[in-house]
């Protein structure tokens, strides 16, 4: 006998816009705790988006972290980043940068490979990376200007297929979606570098998914439910692709988390926003994206007519 795992009841009938302005306000205090955050803790930059000097080494025996701090401190080069990652014997040192061009750099990483050695024995040096000022100012620059564009070209793939009022809606989700994960970065000081702007963007792409689907069945049962009410046919569409958005959201999961604890300090904090980008967005698609199109008042007679719809059959 098959056995078949069933993770969301099928069909279910959750009324989800009873709750639409409890989470719509929940979204905003999100949006803005967020927003406060950045702007007051700020972010964790990693070097390759604030510059400096980061040294990969591998010590003989366990690592004394202590001495090895205390050897660079003595160097007097600024806040020093020591981190045990990897194996047992691996670690990570982040150096600010220094005053000086890449010569001064490459010296600077000679004077802490002497203080080490001096301090705990041969030390093996698997990377020395340096990144300059003017290459971390483009890598920002690109990197806000990717999630930027991605969010717009989001918005005109939604308003050509479906209504505005369903492009108006997604747009809010997808900046809550990655609003909310600088704040929880911020918040918890994690290191953020170009590995989780490459996460925001995966998340994003996969938010976007999940509302596209919740939007084809909503545009289905406009033309099937001609005189239903709207806030009754959201909640009947969402209750339609429950069952979908829980089975793959739930799969995902099962791969992100397996990184998530067993991936190694490397992949915590993009798999963390991995993570983060699966509940957020199953969440700012029920609660954002769908209540946007009551609160704008969603012309039924031109979302019916506009393309055909694309039948998203319910998971059962």
């Known amino acids: 006998m098959a056995f078949r795992l069933k993770l969301a009841p099928s069909p279910s009938h959750i009324n989800f816009m009873r709750w639409r302005h409890v989470g719509f306000l929940a979204s905003a205090l999100l949006t803005t705790l967020s927003l406060v955050l950045v702007l007051t803790l700020g972010l964790n930059l990693g070097i390759d988006l604030k510059g400096g000097l980061m040294i990969e080494a591998r010590t003989q025996t366990s690592p004394d972290l202590g001495a090895m701090r205390a050897a660079i401190a003595a160097l007097d080069l600024g806040e020093v980043g ?125 938010s976007m998914n999940d509302k596209v689907v919740i939007f084809d069945r909503v545009r289905e049962n406009l033309r099937k439910y001609r005189a239903m009410e709207l806030s009754a046919l959201l909640d009947h569409s969402i209750n339609d692709t429950l069952a979908r958005t829980v089975n793959t959201s739930f799969t995902t999961l099962i791969a992100v988390l397996a990184l998530l604890f067993f991936g ?44 055909a719809a694309t039948p998203v059959p319910a998971t059962r």
């Open 82 to 206: 020591l981190q045990q990652f990897g194996g047992e014997r691996d670690v990570l040192i982040r150096l600010p940068q220094q005053p000086g061009g890449e010569a001064a750099q490459q010296e600077l990483a000679q004077q802490v490979k002497d203080a080490l050695q001096a301090a705990v024995g041969q030390v093996e040096y698997r990377r020395v990376e340096f990144v300059g000022p003017q290459v971390s100012k483009e890598l920002i620059v690109d990197g806000a200007l990717a999630l930027s564009l991605a969010i717009a070209a989001m918005l005109g793939y939604i308003w050509i297929r479906f209504e505005w009022q369903f492009g108006i809606g997604t747009t809010l989700a997808l900046v809550f979606d990655a609003v909310t994960t600088l704040g929880l970065f911020s918040l918890l000081q994690l290191e953020f570098n170009l590995p989780i702007i490459a996460a925001i963007l995966t998340t994003i792409g996969y």
């Open 264 to 307: 190694g300090d490397v992949l915590r904090e993009f798999n963390l926003a991995m993570t983060w980008g699966v509940f957020i967005g199953t969440f700012s698609s029920m609660y954002i994206a769908a209540p946007t199109l009551l609160y704008l008042e969603l012309n039924r007679g031109s979302a019916q007519a506009t393309g």
